[in-house]
Each structure stands twice: as C-alpha cells, then as structure tokens.
C-alpha cells in the first residue's frame, strides 16, 4: 500500500516504543501509538483484541471510531469475528471488504460494528509472546481494497512491538484484581468475625435474660405453689376452693414458659413457614402494644420461602422480628406494612412503618440494629435501613440473593 523506504520504517517502528513508554493502561496505550501507526498502516478504526487469562473471554481497545466493540469489558472468543485467529487456526486476515466477507459473518458472530461502521479492508494479525497468542492487532479502513500481503509484514512487526508491553500491562492488571478479590476476601472474613463475635455476645446477654426471666418470675411462682402445697398437704384442707388458686398460678408459670420459649425457638416457623412466622409475630405484637396499628403482611415468594435452608429461614425471622418490635415499641406508628418478594434479585423482606422514624435518640439505632445487620451478612444477604415513602417512617429492607433457577420466574424488584 505504502512504499515507504526502509529508514523512515524504523523511525516509526522506535516511534511506536517510545510512545509506549510510561503508557500505564490498555486505552491510553493504544491511543498513544495510533498516529505512529497510522504512518504504516493508514486506517479509520484500530483496536488490539486482549484475551483474558482463561482463553474463553477478550476485550478490545479501540482508537479512531468508538464501536460496539470498546463498550464491553469482555466477550466470548467464539462469538468474535476473528475466532480463528484467536485460536491460532490461521495465521492472519486481509480482506478487501469485510462486509462482505463470509469469514466474518457466521452464526453468532459480533459482527454489527463491521456493518454499522462500513469497516470494508481490514488486516488482522496475531499478538504472540513466547509463542503464545495473547490478542490480535486489528487495522480497519472504510475503502475497499486498501490493504496488501506487504502490510501484512508490517503489521506483525507493530504486533511484535506490541505484544510485551500489553503482555506486562495485562499481567499488571491481573495482580491488580487478584489483590482486590484478596482484599475484599479479607475484608469479608474480619467482617464476618467480628459480626459472629458480636452476635455471640447478643445470644450470651439472651442467654442471661432468660435465665433472669426463669429464676426472678418463673421460678419463683413455682416455689411460692410448692409452698402452698407443702401447707396444704401439712393442713390436710385440699379442697376445691383451696385448690382453685394453685391451678390458676399454674397456669399462669404455663403461659410464662410458652412465651419464653416462643421467644427462644420460633415454634411457628418450623411448623408453618417463615410467612407465617412474621405474620404471627406481627399480628402478636400490634395486639400486645395495646394501641390502634393497621398492619398487613404479603408474602408474593410462591412458595420460596418454604425452601431455604433452616438457618437462613431463622435468621430472616429474627431480623423481621426486631425490625417489627422497634417499629411497634419505638416508632409509634399508625400502621406498619410487611411485603415478602421473590425476584431475580433474590427474596427480599420489606419492613416499613409511618411512624417517626430512626432519627429519634430513643434507642432505635443501636444493639439490635446491629444484630440485623450481622445476621445478614452471615447468610450473604443485603440490608438497609432508612427513611419511608416521602421520607416519611421508616424503610427496612434484607436480600437473600438466589439462584436464578428459583428467582427466575418471578417479577423484577420494585
């Protein structure tokens, strides 16, 4: 295409690793070079193909035309118009029109920036280090038949050029994610165990509320009957009327257990599903508040709540139940809406009141907020919490991801 005599070659040639120098990300690097290129290689549209360390997956960097291509962090090799190359079947590609040209255009090929852009001769040539194909250099122009067999040679000498640098700078960039994927591990790991020591020390203080609860109430209703048994059997007066009393104290110590042991072990969710454990929780707890609240509860999961695994069935209650009790005990709402969702994003519970919201220093914010958020993370879930519709009450929100096999069949989330 170009005849160009030998010296003023090899002044681009050093051009194009001069300007590489100091060059430390795939875009800039690209761009840098474009012009020197473009004194050997005239074209409209330039980009090196990468391939990522699997194989499977590469990304482009363009210059000249911005395409359809530069957009994607990643696309599969075997949808590219170029696979062949890519897979060291053929050495090379020079077409006078690529629109045209069936080699470019199969079944699932990435083809419509060729079409869209009019890129009619194109080059392609391999970028190879220590024998190993790690991209392609590509050279596009929208004249037909603009480029020979001698640019050929002159693109593979760019290629050569090429090859080391964007090698180290994709090496560079795979540490870099390596270190952020470590880091992020790690972050995780401190984050879980500090959240498991913190939720350790919440089940300890539960732990000692119950036994506060057992010996001041519990048991000591059931020394003062043993008592009255005692005086009773000395007495020898075991009638009916006397009898009335101990039995009704007995219920009572029975009503006392119940609720601590709901308290403990959420009966309800292991017999009924988590549905029906929110529902019971909230319906219980708006009635023993003794005040006027309108609640609802919506489950619109189909059913996929009732296939978690047990300790993330229980972890979801919890944070439902203490994001209910704050709601009821703190909030003073005039009604308060529980909404259970199944998406592709994963089930999703809703809490939201209009009470007076988390900005009140009367204790909302503070232990069990922190339990919430920790028994999230141990299940992998997300949780927020913030302000209602119209910043008005207040919003409580955990995501169970899912797999798409279960997520899949439902509605996006709203």
Same mark, same amino acid.
């Given at each position: 295409?170009?005849?160009?005599? @030998?010296?003023?070659?090899?002044?681009?040639?050093?051009?194009?690793s001069?300007?590489?120098?100091?060059?430390?990300?795939?875009?800039?690097?690209?761009?840098?070079?474009?012009?020197e290129? #473009?004194?050997?290689?005239?074209?409209?549209?330039?980009?090196?193909?990468?391939?990522?360390?699997?194989?499977?997956?590469?990304?482009?960097?363009?210059?000249?035309?911005?395409?359809?291509?530069?957009?994607?962090?990643? &696309?599969?090799?075997?949808?590219? +118009?170029i696979?062949?190359?890519?897979?060291?079947?053929?050495?090379?590609? %020079?077409?006078?029109? =690529?629109?045209a040209? +069936?080699r470019?255009?199969?079944?699932?090929?990435?083809?419509? +920036?060729?079409?869209?852009?009019?890129?009619?001769?194109?080059?392609?040539?391999?970028?190879?280090?220590?024998?190993?194909?790690?991209?392609?250099?590509?050279?596009?122009?929208?004249?037909?038949g603009?480029y020979?067999?001698?640019?050929?040679?002159?693109?593979?000498?760019?290629?050569?050029?090429?090859? @080391?640098?964007?090698?180290?700078? !994709?090496?560079?960039?795979?540490a870099?994610?390596?270190?952020?994927?470590?880091?992020? &591990?790690? &972050?995780? /790991?401190?984050?879980?165990?500090?959240g498991?020591?913190?939720?350790?020390?919440?089940?300890?203080?539960? !732990?000692?509320?119950?036994?506060?609860?057992?010996?001041?109430?519990?048991? =000591?209703?059931l020394?003062?009957?043993?008592? $009255?048994?005692?005086?009773? *059997?000395?007495?020898?007066?075991?009638t009916?009327?006397?009898?009335?009393?101990?039995?009704? *104290?007995?219920q009572?110590?029975?009503?006392?257990?119940?609720?601590i042991?709901?308290?403990?072990?959420?009966?309800?969710?292991?017999?009924? #599903?988590?549905?029906?454990?929110?529902?019971?929780?909230?319906?219980?707890?708006?009635?023993?508040?003794?005040?006027?609240?309108?609640?609802?509860?919506?489950?619109?999961?189909?059913?996929?709540?009732?296939?978690?695994?047990?300790?993330?069935?229980?972890?979801?209650? $919890?944070?439902?139940?203490?994001?209910?009790?704050?709601?009821?005990?703190?909030?003073?709402p005039?009604?308060?809406?529980?909404?259970?969702s199944?998406?592709?994003?994963?089930i999703?519970?809703?809490?939201?009141?209009?009470? /007076? #919201?988390?900005?009140?220093?009367?204790?909302?914010?503070?232990?069990? %907020?922190?339990?919430?958020?920790?028994?999230?993370?141990?299940?992998?879930?997300?949780?927020?919490?913030? =302000?209602?519709r119209?910043?008005?009450?207040?919003?409580?929100?955990?995501?169970?991801?899912? *797999?798409?096999?279960?997520?899949?069949?439902?509605?996006?989330?709203?």
């Open positions: 295409m170009l005849q160009m005599a @030998p010296a003023a070659l090899v002044d681009h040639y050093l051009g194009i001069r300007l590489l120098a100091g060059q430390l990300d795939f875009r800039s690097a690209i761009r840098a070079v474009a012009a290129v #473009g004194h050997i290689l005239p074209h409209d549209h330039m980009d090196v193909c990468i391939l990522m360390v699997d194989g499977k997956y590469h990304t482009a960097y363009e210059t000249g035309m911005s395409t359809a291509w530069g957009e994607l962090k990643s &696309a599969p090799v075997a949808n590219s +118009p696979r062949t190359l890519l897979w060291g079947e053929v050495d090379y590609f %020079l077409t006078d029109d =690529a629109c040209d +069936p470019f255009h199969f079944e699932g090929a990435f083809k419509a +920036p060729i079409v869209e852009q009019s890129l009619r001769s194109r080059v392609h040539v391999p970028m190879k280090v220590q024998g190993e194909i790690i991209g392609a250099l590509s050279c596009s122009s929208q004249t037909a603009l020979t067999m001698e640019d050929i040679g002159h693109a593979r000498a760019i290629a050569d050029l090429l090859s @080391p640098y964007f090698f180290a700078l !994709r090496a560079a960039e795979q870099q994610r390596s270190a952020i994927v470590e880091a992020e &591990a790690r &972050a995780r /790991e401190e984050g879980l165990r500090q498991a020591l913190k939720l350790t020390e919440a089940l300890e203080q539960e !732990r000692q509320r119950i036994g506060m609860d057992l010996h001041d109430q519990t048991l =000591a209703d020394t003062r009957l043993a008592r $009255r048994i005692e005086h009773l *059997s000395r007495t020898g007066d075991i009916p009327e006397a009898l009335e009393p101990l039995s009704r *104290s007995l009572h110590c029975m009503q006392d257990l119940r609720h042991i709901e308290q403990a072990k959420p009966s309800v969710l292991q017999l009924f #599903g988590l549905a029906q454990a929110v529902e019971n929780h909230l319906e219980r707890s708006v009635r023993d508040s003794g005040t006027a609240i309108e609640w609802e509860l919506a489950d619109e999961t189909d059913g996929a709540c009732d296939r978690l695994e047990p300790t993330v069935s229980v972890a979801l209650f $919890r944070i439902a139940q203490e994001a209910i009790n704050n709601a009821v005990r703190h909030a003073r005039s009604a308060i809406r529980v909404r259970l199944c998406h592709e994003a994963g999703a519970i809703d809490i939201t009141d209009d009470g /007076e #919201g988390i900005s009140r220093p009367c204790g909302r914010i503070g232990g069990g %907020l922190d339990n919430m958020k920790t028994r999230a993370r141990l299940i992998s879930a997300k949780f927020s919490i913030g =302000a209602g119209a910043g008005k009450g207040t919003a409580v929100r955990v995501l169970l991801p899912l *797999s798409t096999e279960v997520a899949g069949m439902h509605e996006e989330p709203r």
